[in-house]
């Protein structure tokens, strides 16, 4: 009988393992609490096409891991990028982190992909297990490759000559239907032919560039479980927790916005109950993970109630129109292990965020830090998105004016990103900034703090690879794969493009399919 993601909430798994296993473990999950060893008659593999580190840190990697070892007649385990291939180092086969299991032994193998640049790992990762990396190379035998993700709710275009079934969107329910086929051990063309007549699942193979509309799901579905936490995670030592989904702003830069992805929340005392499970009474730190948790109503409950269980935690998302006039809020931000107050201004100027319908005004930001100097934290740090259309130099200038302002009242750090053009966003169709334009704004914006502020960036030039992949086509994967195997440099990127580009011309080839199709329109949902 199929279970929903609801249900995992009511029945923790029996297999569950609290403690830790070091007796003969892979190193990176020798300290992990929550492993699941578990082997079953059909065993498929979960992937993460990043470090240990990253993927110890993604809850939805987290969820279907969890959904998957839901049933006794399949067993799922993980996988994740090696630190050293990541960095260039030579390619060598994987296997599973719980059992050493080579990745082509598996009966199906899963990927969880949240980035564009991702793309190129998980290429990477097949060719290192002898599998071909091209859907098109891999024969019968080979074990069926299904990618989902976060990545899947802007363009998944570039992935459609790596996967054999891509799932669109949020694949809480949809992992159930996966988990019936692995149960009944369907065959890879028993699964594809089944696959055609599913809403969501998306085969390039079959459906072209005519991508389906993405899954959602409602609040019943919510909350999210984490299945693990780690001291080698990015988030060290925290259990995650999805206390809302989507978000009811619209932003326009954002791909999680109200027309595409709406607000929905769970009872409060489901998210309470979840703290009370075996594996969240373990962890030393909740993360409340969400695009919009801070506007989530039960929000300052639910942190009471980890304060009243003795935990430190994390939100993955604070709005600063939610903290400057509320002092309990940060009050409990404080009480929880809060030493940076993190808030995104996401444009450098009130005039930009008023077009980019970001709804933050600069009272917002200043009253947000007078809180964080209020109760005793140490850092004060904004995100700042640059390069957005029709910026200008005043744009700027108001960015350093109001940063040395901050700086005033306490220590300051900014993250500055590129601005990259998604689809399903009104500004899918927007230019990318030219390269060398950004590097002068950075120059301009650091010297113009004067070391009175922690200026940190994004590259821009892998801004300009992300922006690429974002645009592109199915054609893409083979720039991917070109590039990676030439080192995944910068240098190999810019030739990969050069090439294709001499090729093709269009550099936005996934606007023109959406246009063509009359799919995923460019302002938001169908």
């Not at 969501?200 to 409602?218: C, I, K």
């Not at 993250?415 to 169709?429: D, M």
């Amino acid at each position: 009988m199929r279970r929903s993601s609801a249900n995992l909430l009511e029945s923790p798994l029996s297999t569950r393992q609290s403690q830790r296993h070091t007796h003969g473990k892979n190193p990176l999950i020798a300290d992990e609490i929550g492993t699941l060893m578990r082997r079953a008659p059909r065993e498929v593999l979960l992937c993460y096409p990043n470090t240990y580190r990253v993927a110890g840190s993604s809850l939805g990697f987290q969820v279907i891991y969890r959904a998957l070892n839901s049933r006794e007649e399949v067993a799922c385990h993980r996988a994740v990028m090696p630190a050293e291939m990541l960095d260039g180092g030579p390619l060598h086969a994987l296997t599973s982190l719980e059992f050493a299991k080579p990745l082509g032994d598996y009966d199906a193998v899963l990927f969880s992909i949240a980035y564009e640049l991702d793309i190129g790992n998980l290429a990477m990762m097949l060719l290192a297990s002898g599998l071909s990396p091209l859907a098109s190379g891999r024969d019968a035998r080979a074990p069926i490759v299904i990618v989902g993700g976060p990545l899947t709710t802007s363009n998944v275009l570039p992935l459609g000559l790596f996967a054999d079934i891509v799932v669109m969107g949020e694949a809480d329910l949809a992992v159930f239907t996966l988990l019936d086929w692995f149960a009944q051990g369907l065959d890879r063309g028993a699964m594809l032919q089944a696959a055609r007549d599913i809403k969501g699942f998306w085969l390039p193979n079959f459906h072209d560039d005519a991508v389906p509309n993405q899954l959602s799901v409602g609040g019943a579905c919510l909350p999210a479980l984490g299945a693990w936490h780690s001291p080698q995670a990015e988030f060290k030592n925290m259990m995650l927790l999805e206390a809302s989904r989507g978000c009811p702003r619209y932003c326009s830069f954002c791909v999680v916005r109200a027309p595409v992805a709406p607000m929905r929340e769970p009872e409060l005392d489901r998210v309470v109950a979840a703290l009370d499970l075996p594996e969240y009474r373990a962890a030393p730190r909740v993360g409340f993970v969400g695009a919009a948790v801070s506007d989530w109503a039960p929000i300052k409950s639910a942190l009471r109630a980890a304060i009243e269980r003795g935990k430190k935690f994390g939100i993955s998302s604070l709005r600063a129109d939610r903290l400057d006039e509320d002092d309990e809020f940060v009050d409990l931000l404080f009480q929880g292990g809060y030493r940076t107050m993190t808030v995104a201004s996401d444009a450098p100027s009130q005039r930009m965020r008023g077009k980019m319908m970001k709804g933050i005004r600069e009272r917002h930001l200043m009253g947000a830090c007078e809180q964080a100097r209020r109760v005793g934290m140490r850092l004060f740090k904004m995100y700042v998105i640059i390069g957005l259309p029709e910026e200008e130099d005043r744009d700027i200038d108001e960015l350093i004016d109001f940063c040395q302002r901050l700086s005033q009242r306490m220590s300051t750090a900014i993250t500055l990103s590129p601005f990259v053009p998604k689809l399903h966003t009104p500004l899918a169709q927007a230019p990318f900034e030219a390269v060398e334009t950004q590097m002068k704004k950075l120059k301009r914006i650091q010297r113009g703090l004067g070391g009175r502020v922690d200026v940190r960036f994004d590259s821009p030039r892998q801004a300009y690879i992300e922006y690429r992949l974002s645009m592109g086509g199915m054609d893409m994967g083979h720039v991917i794969l070109a590039a990676m195997q030439a080192g995944g440099t910068l240098s190999a990127w810019k030739q990969a493009f050069i090439q294709y580009d001499k090729a093709h011309g269009t550099q936005r080839p996934a606007v023109d399919a959406a246009q063509r199709h009359g799919l995923w329109p460019l302002t938001g949902a169908r």
